[in-house]
């Protein structure tokens, strides 16, 4: 129901997956990127497979929402969409509506949620703007659309793995898919990059 992409440049590194992405672009799935490159392929693809695409130039839009993060902010983009889940799943059960984050799984699967939400929680937005290179309405409206998903794939690449902090890049993503269950169950979980382009990850 919902990609989130960060640090992969599919159109340079792994051409295939764009069949994919394009699929899943035409059945209306959102596909946030969270990349400081603005890379076309990520935008647009017109499939090279495709004569009636070639010819006419017709190209199937991509990314939904399009994130310049700061080189190095991942963490606090990241932190951003948590806290903006938080919010809303707050909301939602002062509410009385349907809470955003799957308690169930939470209880079931996952230690250490309530560290977590305090670390989380006192982030201020003011210092997550600034390490992220992203608006607090940019994160919010990207996470808005991550809480209404009931199955996301959350795909990374090496420009979150090779860095310094590449193991909490990772451990950041997971942690924002865990919130919502989003690990183990059909059309969810993590997907990892890796390899020659054309050979793992896309698969």
Same mark, same amino acid.
Request: aromatic share 6%; with cysteine.
């Given at each position: 129901?919902?990609?989130?992409?960060?640090?992969?440049?599919?159109?340079?590194?792994?051409?295939?997956?764009? +069949?994919?992405?394009?699929?899943?672009?035409?059945?209306?799935?959102? !596909?946030?990127?969270?990349?400081?490159?603005?890379?076309?392929? !990520? =935008?647009?693809?017109?499939?090279?497979?495709?004569?009636?695409? @070639?010819?006419?130039?017709?190209?199937?839009?991509?990314?939904?929402?399009?994130?310049?993060?700061?080189?190095?902010?991942?963490?606090?983009?990241?932190?951003?969409?948590?806290?903006?889940?938080?919010?809303?799943?707050?909301?939602?059960?002062?509410?009385?509506?349907?809470?955003?984050?799957?308690?169930?799984?939470?209880?079931? +699967?996952? +230690?250490?949620?309530?560290?977590?939400?305090?670390?989380?929680?006192?982030?201020?937005?003011?210092?997550? =703007?600034?390490?992220?290179?992203?608006?607090?309405?940019?994160?919010?409206?990207?996470?808005?659309?991550?809480?209404?998903?009931?199955?996301?794939?959350?795909?990374?690449?090496?420009? !979150?793995?090779?860095?310094?902090?590449?193991?909490?890049?990772?451990? @950041?993503?997971?942690?924002?898919?865990? @919130?919502?269950?989003?690990?183990?169950?059909?059309?969810?979980?993590?997907?990892?990059?890796?390899? +020659?382009?054309?050979?793992?990850?896309?698969?």
């Amino acid at each position: 129901d919902c990609i989130l992409f960060f640090g992969q440049n599919a159109g340079v590194n792994s051409p295939r997956m764009l +069949h994919d992405l394009q699929r899943a672009a035409k059945r209306g799935v959102p !596909l946030i990127v969270f990349n400081p490159l603005r890379e076309r392929g !990520l =935008e647009r693809f017109t499939n090279p497979q495709s004569p009636i695409e @070639m010819l006419a130039g017709k190209e199937t839009p991509l990314a939904t929402q399009y994130l310049q993060v700061r080189a190095g902010g991942d963490i606090a983009a990241i932190a951003g969409l948590c806290k903006a889940l938080l919010a809303l799943d707050y909301e939602a059960r002062r509410g009385g509506d349907s809470p955003v984050l799957d308690q169930s799984f939470i209880e079931q +699967h996952c +230690h250490g949620f309530d560290e977590f939400v305090a670390f989380v929680r006192a982030q201020s937005w003011a210092d997550i =703007e600034a390490a992220a290179g992203l608006t607090r309405d940019a994160l919010e409206r990207a996470a808005a659309v991550y809480a209404k998903a009931n199955a996301v794939i959350g795909v990374y690449g090496m420009g !979150l793995t090779q860095h310094v902090l590449g193991e909490y890049n990772i451990h @950041m993503v997971a942690n924002l898919l865990l @919130m919502r269950g989003n690990i183990g169950k059909p059309g969810a979980g993590l997907c990892p990059v890796r390899g +020659h382009s054309n050979v793992q990850g896309q698969r």
